[in-house]
């Protein structure tokens, strides 16, 4: 099957969506697609090459398409056109996005004129836009009348696209409440890549250390555990991540100092795909502290929830709806109150005085994270991708 994956990011990208969105694209290639990935071109110079970007050995059905650099005024428009002219005119079999509004202007399209449109949704737009100045640092607000174009977005993709994919059960159940049941729409969640000669190890000699991978934004949770620290005397942090400029590090890192764990705690900053794994095989224990938001609660599919449970470490995660539906409290991980530093403080605390449940729970979850690989997910996909060509 020939796939033109759209997505309106510079590439290769330090972000999870830029890891999350090659890894797709890299799978449906190894399972025998041939697939191609617009995107728009890296900003550092000289240009990155994506796959040791990405630590990768290279697919040959893979081939990225990267669109001339251009002014920030007019580069959103320009990446639509280029879209919208290429689905057109190269007549792939499927077009797969993560964009809602260019599956939304692809679906306007005459059907005789357009391929058929899946559509991967990261989460509702609306609900999404209302709370991303309390989730993200300086992020501005949505009006009303953004919200309702967003709505009346997300309703014609959900009720028109060939096929649907959300990452989390949750997500899918508020989508049918609000515009109805559809076929082929399928739950798939996110996945990671897995080593076939990967082994689960013993934990590192002490001292004890948490370890955290991710943004750094206020809903990702990283003060809750900040918090937590300061009830943990001895245990060492480490916070993998963040981006470059962003103003979230100096407060997180002003409020080490401010709870007295600033000698306890170090910040990698952002690090590359290898150098995560490395990290996460140091940890005695990997936190996933994510705060009770409505993003949380239903649409997060974290790529790092998948990398933890490869790394066969056990899991501190914080008791949401979307990570219930991978994580299992006292089996593969240890759930505790969003929010709450005391919380995931006791669930340390409790790690660490038994060692048995700490290995229990990390090799179930090392065992559990073959369930989770790329190429297993883009089997997945699959099914949806072949029955959105054969209902068109």
């Not at 797709?24 to 970007?53: I, M, N, S, Y």
């Not at 059905?61 to 290429?86: D, E």
């Not at 096929?163 to 049918?176: A, P, S, W």
């Not at 994510?290 to 056990?314: C, D, I, Q, V, W």
Request: glycine letters at 8%; one cysteine or more.
């Amino acid at each position: 099957m020939r796939i033109l994956y759209l997505a309106d990011i510079r590439f290769p990208l330090e972000r999870a969506n830029g890891l999350q969105t090659f890894e797709t694209c890299r799978a449906l290639a190894a399972c025998g697609h041939a697939v191609t990935l617009l995107v728009r071109a890296d900003t550092t110079r000289p240009a990155r090459d994506p796959w040791l970007f990405y630590g990768a050995p290279r697919e040959t059905g893979l081939t990225i398409a990267r669109l001339p650099p251009l002014p920030g005024a007019v580069r959103r428009g320009a990446y639509l056109a280029a879209a919208l002219g290429r689905a057109v005119s190269v007549s792939p079999d499927i077009v797969l996005t993560r964009d809602l509004l260019l599956a939304d202007m692809l679906l306007r399209l005459p059907k005789s004129l357009r391929p058929p449109i899946v559509y991967e949704s990261h989460g509702y737009a609306p609900a999404m836009a209302a709370e991303r100045p309390k989730a993200i640092t300086g992020a501005p607000g949505a009006s009303w009348r953004k919200l309702l174009r967003l709505t009346a977005r997300e309703s014609r993709v959900w009720r028109t696209a060939a096929g649907y994919i959300t990452l989390t059960r949750v997500h899918q159940q508020e989508l049918e409440d609000r515009f109805g049941v559809r076929s082929n729409a399928a739950v798939i969640p996110d996945g990671v890549r897995l080593d076939p000669a990967r082994m689960w190890r013993q934990p590192p000699p002490p001292p004890f250390t948490v370890t955290y991978a991710g943004h750094l934004y206020p809903w990702k949770g990283v003060d809750v555990l900040l918090h937590a620290l300061a009830e943990l005397p001895g245990v060492q942090a480490r916070i993998v991540g963040g981006q470059p400029g962003e103003t979230d590090h100096g407060r997180l890192d002003g409020l080490a100092r401010d709870k007295g764990v600033s000698d306890r705690v170090t910040f990698t900053g952002w690090l590359p795909p290898a150098s995560v794994i490395a990290e996460l095989a140091r940890a005695h224990a990997l936190i996933l502290p994510n705060t009770p938001t409505h993003t949380s609660e239903r649409y997060t599919s974290p790529l790092k929830l998948f990398e933890y449970l490869a790394a066969g470490r056990p899991i501190v995660a914080s008791d949401l709806a979307a990570l219930r539906e991978v994580l299992r409290h006292g089996d593969n991980a240890l759930l505790v109150e969003p929010g709450s530093p005391t919380a995931l403080a006791a669930a340390v605390r409790r790690l660490m005085g038994d060692q048995p449940l700490a290995a229990g729970l990390a090799r179930r979850a090392f065992d559990e994270a073959v369930h989770y690989g790329w190429e297993t997910r883009a089997g997945r996909i699959d099914v949806v991708l072949e029955a959105a060509r054969a209902r068109t």
